[in-house]
């Protein structure tokens, strides 16, 4: 894929939609196509985080540990970003991604030092990110919520 495709891809993400091109262009140029196969894990629930990963092609559970053994709690797939939460708040991952079994998964690797300094420099990708944060947490608590409502009282 040339960079003139890679950043046509990264204009599709509602994340950089609105970055102007020569920003998405070194943007794609400081990133890096890393391509995993069937099982194989993006990164492990605790690890550091010092990536962020856009999914380019295929689909990625991801899993969260719990007493009664791992859950998979989502599925992405293209155009998602995976990884910017342990960038951001700079905790450990609070999730393992990990390949589905039915193929393989190709991504572009953007690393903490040119995500944040992204973030940074466009209020606009900052604006996505918090929505984006909010959606996110908007269907954890209706999931919580929904869980909670069939544990008897």
Do not use: W
């Amino acid at each position: 894929m040339s960079l003139n495709e890679e950043v046509d891809l990264l204009r599709n993400i509602p994340l950089f939609a609105k970055i102007e091109p020569s920003k998405l262009k070194l943007l794609a140029f400081a990133s890096d196509r890393v391509i995993f196969g069937p099982g194989q894990e993006l990164f492990h629930q605790g690890d550091r985080g010092d990536m962020a990963y856009i999914i380019i092609d295929g689909e990625a559970d991801v899993i969260v540990d719990s007493p009664g053994g791992p859950i998979v709690v989502a599925t992405v797939a293209k155009n998602d970003i995976v990884g910017e939460i342990a960038i951001l708040l700079d905790v450990p991952r609070t999730a393992t991604v990990t390949v589905t079994d039915a193929g393989q998964l190709t991504t572009l690797a953007i690393t903490k030092d040119v995500f944040l300094r992204m973030v940074c420099e466009n209020a606009q990708m900052a604006l996505e990110i918090m929505r984006e944060l909010a959606l996110r947490l908007d269907r954890t608590t209706e999931q919580l919520r929904d869980a909670l409502a069939t544990v008897p009282a």
